[in-house]
């Protein structure tokens, strides 16, 4: 018997606005020109926050915090494209994400600034609290997919997970149980080529991160992660197939973390400042706005309006948690199990 | 008490538990590695498939981690999963899921999203098994707020405290001893009863001498103790711990042995008698005897007998603190 290929797989890549803003039209999402707008203010408000976040850190107002500099076209695009009855298992790096889904933005100040309540989703949003351990939440993600699938709820899930990510048992054992139940969920990964100092070469000897989901039989696509338009139609796509029973989607953003892994970190011990320089004229928000003023979408009193209502937003934003009283030390007790035990309730004594 | 009561041993209760609820509350589904087509390898889930279907009985990939992980994001989601992980051994690459996520969704969400799920699983020596099946960590999981571990002795708690672990609006980690599942047989009432959490239960009175046990080592004690006028105290929730019943009943007898099937050091004697030491010290007249399994890793069939505590090592206990 010959030897014969058995199966084999192509791995897409889609990229539509290019680094002048020029859009592949044959590829263009039908998006409203007020869409349109609306992402971009998502972008800058995003991008506003993050840079207010740093200054809180620095001036000692705020704990370690994790930048998305760089990263808003992936964060913005996919969540532009999720509904609100849909849910979400994020990792730390994605405020982008929650800014778009309209979670509070006082309570993201107050959760890095080392205070739960900051974390309490609103009842109109299914967003999980951010996982700190590295890819621990595709498995919740996987379940929440099968309670849905159950339930026969028409929502979809999203997990987002950086490229170091994908390294983990977690990574593989969620997959896995996506694809063999053929579950509504999407996965999300922003490689932004840093895992705090390892290079994405050496997470994983695999050319791209998006062929992994083909073992584990469903698709895997490469978008440009810097290109907001291309993130939210492979979102959107892979939103509308797990919505009407395709079962999952990996997509793998293809970006860059340009600021510091956290600002317990000084990237400039492991990576070249020309690398970082490359990347800037990819940067997702000038795209946008490029592709903007060719469509006449874009002038210098609008760009001034939408920085103007973000630092506006923000302001308040940090004015509100700034004046939200401490919690109290009997709070730390207070959500252990439903009820306090015993042992808790003499404890609590001690306050 | 309800209806008819038929004896039943620990596997058949704990089916009738995972029935009943599952007849109850279709949130109920249970998930693990062959719980399915095949019943769980020792039938605890046998004939739910038949009765519930695949959606709810459901045969997982074998990843411990995503069992639990999913369990965990069914749960927030709301429903009520039971996650079986086939063997306690097996259960380590899952406690990154129990401790870092299930345990504290609650607090880090304000309650916003909660773990009502059950992680059940056979634990302990003494059914001649290979490596890793006869482990009983419970210990590890009673230091995790957040979690409570739940350890039947007998069909009739089984099934009680079974279903009021289902019920229970945080994650529990039941664990079922292998060596009772068909050993003993007793009244197990059909229909809804359950047995409380975090209650311990005095099994027999006695004024001698608090005889502290859960679980595999219950029945061991009962046998030990039929020449002492001892008390003998099943904790079936080891954690939230039910302070008060040991308090009382140290406080009338004024000695404590405490019997586990887990090494000494770090067992879960350790906290008894830590906790006891501290709050009802001033009423003992003798020390606190632990009797457990040895500091060793758990020895294949051939010494396990040497290892898990006897009848005779546990009467020697005994005699120790009576001689005070
Ligand atoms: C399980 C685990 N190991 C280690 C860490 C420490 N740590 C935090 S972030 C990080 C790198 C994560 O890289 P990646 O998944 O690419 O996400 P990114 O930080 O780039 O967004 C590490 C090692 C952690 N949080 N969790
Ligand atoms: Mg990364």
Same mark, same amino acid.
């Given at each position: ?141 996987? !379940?929440?997919?099968?309670? /849905?699938? %159950? &339930?026969?709820? @028409?929502? =979809? ?6 490229? +170091? #990510? ?58 440009? !992660?810097?290109?907001?338009? /291309?993130? %939210? &139609?492979?979102? @959107?796509? =892979? ?6 029973? +395709? #079962? ?104 | ?7 039943l041993n620990m596997v058949q209760a704990i089916n009738l538990a995972l029935k009943e609820?599952m ?7 249970i998930?693990g590695e062959d719980v399915g087509r095949y019943g769980g390898v020792f039938r605890i889930t046998e004939g739910l498939l038949e009765l519930f279907?695949?959606?709810r009985v459901?045969d ?22 039971v996650?079986e ?35 059940r699983?056979p ?53 079922e001893?292998?060596?009772?599942y068909r ?142």
């Amino acid at each position: 018997m010959p030897e014969r290929i058995i199966e084999s797989f192509n791995i897409k890549r889609l990229d539509i606005l290019d680094d002048n803003g020029n859009a592949d039209e044959s590829l263009t999402p039908s998006l409203s020109d007020s869409e349109i707008k609306r992402i971009y203010e998502l972008l800058t408000l995003s991008r506003t926050f993050d840079h207010h976040a740093l200054s809180l850190q620095r001036e000692g107002r705020m704990g370690t915090y994790a930048s998305i500099l760089g990263q808003e076209a992936s964060q913005i695009g996919s969540a532009f494209a999720i509904k609100k009855s849909d849910w979400i298992f994020p990792s730390f790096r994605e405020m982008g994400v929650y800014i778009t889904m309209g979670y509070p933005v006082h309570m993201l100040f107050q959760y890095w600034s080392g205070d739960e309540r900051g974390m309490k989703c609103p009842d109109d949003l299914n967003i999980f609290p951010l996982a700190v351990p590295v890819g621990t939440q595709v498995p919740h993600a996987v !379940g929440a997919a099968m309670a /849905a699938k %159950y &339930k026969k709820d @028409k929502v =979809a899930v999203v997990c987002y997970f950086g490229d +170091g #990510g994908t390294s983990k048992g977690d990574f593989h054992e969620g997959f896995n149980m996506a694809g063999v139940f053929k579950l509504p969920v999407v996965f999300i990964c922003q490689n932004n080529q840093w895992a705090i100092s390892v290079p994405r070469e050496k997470q994983t000897a695999s050319k791209t991160l998006a062929q992994k989901a083909f073992a584990y039989g469903f698709e895997g696509i490469q978008v440009d !992660g810097n290109d907001v338009l /291309a993130v %939210y &139609k492979a979102t @959107k796509e =892979a939103l509308d197939k797990a919505r009407n029973g +395709g #079962g999952p989607t990996f997509i793998e953003c293809f970006t860059y973390r340009m600021g510091d892994h956290t600002t317990a970190d000084d990237a400039s011990r492991y990576r070249s400042k020309e690398e970082v320089e490359a990347w800037k004229a990819k940067d997702p928000i000038l795209r946008l706005k490029l592709f903007m003023e060719r469509n006449g979408l874009w002038t210098e009193q609008y760009q001034k309006e939408v920085e103007e209502k973000s630092r506006d937003m923000i302001d308040e934003a940090v004015k509100k948690e700034e004046a939200i009283e401490r919690p109290h030390p009997e709070d730390m007790f207070a959500y252990t199990y439903e009820s306090l035990t015993q042992r808790q309730i003499r404890e609590m004594r001690d306050f | 008490m309800p209806q008819n009561s038929k004896k039943l041993n620990m596997v058949q209760a704990i089916n009738l538990a995972l029935k009943e609820e599952m007849q109850r509350d279709s949130s109920v589904v249970i998930l693990g590695e062959d719980v399915g087509r095949y019943g769980g390898v020792f039938r605890i889930t046998e004939g739910l498939l038949e009765l519930f279907g695949e959606e709810r009985v459901i045969d997982t990939p074998l990843a411990e981690s995503v069992i639990v992980g999913a369990a965990i994001g069914m749960a927030a989601y709301g429903l009520k999963p039971v996650a079986e992980i086939q063997f306690m051994g097996f259960i380590y690459p899952a406690i990154d899921q129990i401790f870092s996520h299930a345990s504290r969704i609650r607090n880090r969400t304000r309650g916003r999203f909660t773990c009502p799920m059950v992680v059940r699983t056979p634990y302990g020596a003494g059914i001649k098994a290979p490596d890793l099946h006869s482990e009983s960590t419970e210990a590890l999981f009673c230091h995790m707020p957040g979690v409570k571990v739940v350890v039947p002795s007998s069909p009739y708690n089984a099934k009680g405290l079974l279903i009021s672990s289902i019920r229970d609006p945080d994650p529990v980690i039941f664990l079922e001893s292998t060596r009772l599942y068909r050993l003993i047989k007793e009244d197990v009432p059909e229909g809804e009863y359950t047995v409380p959490l975090g209650r311990a239960r005095i099994v027999q009175e006695g004024k001698d001498v608090t005889v502290i046990a859960w679980g595999s080592m219950l029945h061991r004690v009962l046998q030990a103790v039929e020449e002492f006028n001892a008390e003998v105290i099943d904790l079936m929730t080891l954690n939230p711990l039910d302070e008060e019943t040991i308090f009382k009943s140290v406080k009338k007898t004024g000695r404590v042995v405490i019997v586990h099937e887990a090494p000494k050091t770090c067992g879960f004697g350790a906290e008894l008698s830590a906790t006891i030491a501290e709050d009802a010290m001033l009423y003992l007249k003798a020390p606190i005897i632990r009797v457990t399994g040895y500091d060793v890793v758990m020895p294949l069939p051939k010494l396990e007998d040497y290892y898990i505590p006897t009848v005779e090592r546990i009467k020697k206990g005994i005699e120790e603190v009576m001689r005070y």
